[in-house]
């Protein structure tokens, strides 16, 4: 017994030297990461954008999710670890204020009465107590923060997972049967995870059938969810969760909520993931009374955003030639273009003699139908043009290049207008147009 008492007594004195000396190691970790949360903000962004350009319409609605829900993450980890590096930062200046005044707060001195000084250290005992309860809620918030990270990683992962293969499926099936059976498995899996959280409620937990598969269930659901994470996420987040009070839990889940809407409205709007629901991609851009900055080329590269609107060179041209137009072409639009496209469309074929001529057919059907199912305008009259595919050196973001040869137009403003005939199934185009002045310089 006393070898016994010695050894968790050994025991304790190691956990506790530790614990003292792993300060260091969690200001580099928190730092760290830190600085690499803020990179993950433009690692979203280009994920909104690869799925904008690349991804069928049936899947926009869970790319949405996906980019948003990581944004979310994001914004987490960098207020799980800001906090960690706070707080172990306060830690560090009061052990040194520990070092400088070993006896804290003094009860005898010349700026306060004796009766404040004893309701004060009533309150207030310790310095040295205090000091401990910082280090403890520091070493315990890296380990939610590590925790959350696990979690979200691991989630995105699976999401990942879902995205990836609705669009393998996309290329062998219609769009809308892959987006059903790819919505249907992550629906599935949805109501098991509530069927899970209902079963942990105190009116079934002590039913017997609750017994015999609650636990196994949610083993699965754990590594389905944590996948590459699950050993290390099941040792952090049912330690966490046994030993916070349910009030206590609730409680940092609300803090952390606040802290995480804040950054998440500050770099929302730094963002394209809105532009993957099809109503803001459906909307009508008729507005002539303002000039948005994306459409023009010299102005639009705040926050190193892909060009998802038709662009011009500038607001200002100097001269007729100056006029191009770039207009992005994702995929879901294509696919609507070809669809509705009245050429015949090449048939396939394997054949090596025959690829090289299947593949130039295939450009010159694309062209056709692309000139077909758009109408460009300048102040309202159709207009002459040259259309090539292109793809923008921003981003590589793929879509047509247009020419106007031989364009002559009145000093003053004018307006370029794209309608997508294909986009809007209602009848009504969808319809870009990007006012601009001309204001030729005096030779």
């Avoid at 949405?64 to 914004?75: I, R």
């Avoid at 992550?186 to 069927?195: E, N, P, R």
């Avoid at 099941?234 to 950054?263: A, D, E, Q, S």
């Avoid at 043009?385 to 364009?407: D, S, T």
């Amino acid at each position: 017994m006393e070898d016994n008492n010695q050894t968790q007594d050994s025991k304790g004195a190691w956990m506790e030297r530790l614990a003292m000396e792993s300060w260091q190691a969690e200001m580099v970790i928190s730092g760290v990461a830190i600085f690499g949360s803020f990179q993950l903000f433009d690692i979203v962004n280009g994920l909104s954008s690869w799925f904008y350009f690349n991804l069928p319409e049936g899947f926009m609605g869970m790319a949405y999710f996906l980019c948003f829900y990581l944004l979310v993450a994001v914004a987490v980890l960098v207020m799980s670890f800001l906090a960690h590096f706070i707080l172990r930062a306060l830690w560090i200046a009061a052990i040194g204020l520990e070092s400088v005044y070993p006896n804290g707060i003094r009860r005898e001195n010349d700026s306060y009465s004796p009766h404040f000084m004893d309701q004060l250290m009533e309150k207030y005992p310790s310095l040295h107590q205090f000091n401990q309860d910082l280090d403890r809620v520091s070493s315990a918030l890296l380990a939610y923060a590590l925790s959350f990270v696990m979690v979200f990683f691991g989630i995105g992962i699976l999401l990942s997972g879902f995205v990836l293969v609705g669009f393998l499926l996309a290329t062998f099936l219609e769009d809308e049967v892959a987006s059903i059976i790819v919505q249907g498995v992550f629906g599935l899996i949805a109501v098991v995870l509530m069927f899970n959280g209902l079963m942990n409620s105190k009116s079934l937990r002590e039913r017997e059938w609750v017994k015999r598969i609650h636990f196994p269930l949610s083993m699965f659901l754990g590594r389905l969810a944590a996948n590459i994470f699950s050993k290390p996420q099941t040792y952090f987040g049912y330690t966490i969760r046994t030993n916070l009070g349910t009030k206590r839990f609730w409680g940092l889940m609300m803090g952390m909520l606040i802290g995480v809407l804040v950054i998440t409205m500050s770099v929302f709007s730094r963002t394209q993931i809105l532009a993957l629901m099809p109503a803001q991609y459906l909307r009508y851009d008729d507005r002539t009374d303002r000039v948005y900055s994306s459409n023009y080329a010299d102005e639009s590269s705040d926050y190193d955003l892909a060009f998802i609107r038709p662009q011009i060179p500038s607001a200002m041209l100097n001269n007729p030639t100056e006029l191009q137009l770039f207009i992005p072409m994702p995929e879901r639009e294509s696919r609507k273009i070809f669809d509705l496209c009245s050429g015949t469309k090449p048939e396939r074929t394997f054949a090596s003699d025959k690829m090289e001529q299947y593949f130039e057919d295939t450009r010159q059907y694309r062209m056709a139908c692309f000139q077909e199912q758009m109408r460009i305008l300048l102040d309202e009259v159709p207009v002459e043009y040259i259309m090539k595919a292109y793809r923008h050196p921003h981003q590589l973001e793929p879509g047509l290049r247009i020419f106007f040869p031989g364009l002559t137009f009145d000093p003053g403003e004018h307006v370029i207008t794209i309608e997508h005939l294909s986009v809007d199934n209602s009848g009504k185009p969808k319809v870009d147009r990007i006012p601009f002045f001309y204001l030729p310089t005096e030779s």
